[in-house]
């Protein structure tokens, strides 16, 4: 488990046979992204499939916004993917309003 800097927020990496999860529980802001991006970085050095799961997170800023992008575009420079999961109405409504939406495979939102 990687505590983020933020005591607001809790991530976790996960080793799997097809690459990385990433569970973020908690505000995703500002004060966590240091500790969000080089857990995504990590996942990245793992190698394939980086999966992001927002079922738990309560809140999602800019930057938060801006490390997941970075974070695909740093997977694809690898031949990696990221992916999000259990994204919830709130984080939907982020992504689609910032025009990001379609970036990311697999967004299963939950109600």
Known sequence: MTMAESRFVDIQRTI???????????????????????TL??????????????????FV?????????????IAAQYRGELRLSAVGPTVARLLSAAGVDGLFPSQAVVA
């Open 16 to 38: 799997t046979s097809a690459g990385t999860v990433v569970s973020v529980r908690g505000e995703l802001d500002v004060h966590a992204c240091p500790q969000f991006r080089r």
């Open 41 to 58: 970085i990590a996942g990245v050095v793992t190698g394939g499939v980086i999966e992001v799961d927002l079922s738990e997170v309560t």
């Open 61 to 73: 800023d800019s930057a938060a916004l801006s490390a997941l992008v970075d974070g695909r575009t």
